[in-house]
């Protein structure tokens, strides 16, 4: 167990929709990192936050947007959903203020968009 | 932009062998840190091990020990006495400690199984 939480744990959306996602940091962490596995692949970087401002940004559309509080959790957003949105998303959790963090992942939240 | 490619997708062993899945990675930075993750079907990404390149000692956890060839830019994974509870996804990562670029850069992953 990492310490990391992510909720929910399953979603099924149609397309169109939009759906938040929700990331607990492990205690004294102060940054999150967003990451989409599609099925049978590695996870691709979506977006990092750190002291809730972004910190990086992977290639991905402006629909996918995220936020973080002043807690250190992390909200990732996905408007106008597509079917190929649907994935496994991961967040990871990491020091921040050292630039050799570690990042430690959550269960993940898999998205299903019908 | 940096790359990671692990050759292998899938790999299976005799339990109490030992296993060693391969990696290799492209970059024009020198200063870098790796790491081998592994995701079992629960699906949780979990560290197994994590190299910084400007230290020349391979990196050891336990069973688990890396061989870092920094010039080949290559980063194995060596499992010994395999288990059971080893069956699973290694995914080998790569990560710049270059602030506003400390995304994890992952390969596309080796199947593990584990052979009663």
């Known amino acids: 167990e990492t310490g990391v939480t992510q909720s929910p744990t399953h979603l099924i959306k149609t397309r169109g929709q939009q759906v938040t996602l929700r990331c607990s940091s492990q205690s004294g962490h102060n940054t999150v990192s967003w990451y989409q596995q599609a099925l049978g692949q590695g996870p691709q970087f979506i977006f990092q936050y750190y002291r809730e401002e972004e910190n990086g940004r992977g290639n991905f559309p402006p629909r996918f947007s995220g936020l973080q509080f002043p807690n250190y959790s992390s909200e990732l957003n996905v408007n106008a959903l597509e079917l190929d949105d649907s994935a496994l998303y991961l967040c990871a959790s990491s020091l921040g203020d050292d630039r050799e963090d570690t990042q430690y992942f959550g269960p993940g939240t898999r998205l299903t968009v019908l | 932009a940096q790359t990671v490619t692990q050759s292998q997708p899938e790999m299976s062993v005799q339990e109490a062998e030992t296993v060693t899945l391969s990696c290799t990675y492209d970059t024009s930075e020198n200063n870098y840190y790796l790491f081998w993750y592994k995701q079992p079907p629960s699906r949780q990404m979990i560290l197994v091990i994590r190299?910084?390149?400007?230290?020349?000692q391979n990196a050891t956890e336990n069973r688990f020990s890396v061989n870092f060839q920094k010039a080949a830019k290559s980063f194995s994974l060596k499992i010994s006495d395999s288990q059971l509870g080893d069956t699973a996804m290694y995914f080998c990562?790569?990560?710049?400690?270059?602030?506003?670029?400390?995304?994890?850069?992952f390969g596309t992953g080796t199947r593990l199984t584990i052979i009663p």
């Open positions: 190299q910084e390149a400007y230290k020349q």
């Open positions: 990562a790569f990560m710049s400690p270059n602030f506003g670029n400390e995304k994890l850069t």
